[in-house]
């Protein structure tokens, strides 16, 4: 059941910080945070594909503290869309982080 949450929290969690910190442009800004989710097509290198008791975090290629480390640089970008994508892209591993237990 936690999984379903997890994927629907992936959903959530973007248009959420969209709405309440893009008011003017929230559907581009959620548009570009939620294309942070194509980061989990770095699951298809693993076997099994899915598996809902693994961490991602730093078990997957684009899961690990390095890449983690530049998401968190985009942030801080002056560009709107490279912004919008590194705060996707952190929620994005905050949320797989919880799922780890950290």
């Not at 899961?63 to 994005?92: D, E, N, Q």
């Amino acid at each position: 059941m936690f999984s379903y949450i997890h994927i629907v929290l992936h959903l959530l969690v973007p248009l959420a910080i969209a709405w309440f910190f893009f008011r003017s442009e929230w559907k581009k800004a959620a548009l570009f945070m939620l294309a942070a989710n194509l980061v989990d097509l770095d699951h298809l290198l693993a076997s099994p594909v899915y598996d809902p008791n693994r961490c991602s975090i730093n078990f997957h290629p684009l899961h690990t503290m390095f890449p983690i480390s530049f998401y968190g640089a985009m942030m801080f970008l002056p560009w709107k869309p490279v912004r919008w994508l590194g705060i996707g892209l952190v929620s994005h591993m905050l949320l797989d982080a919880i799922d780890c237990g950290f």
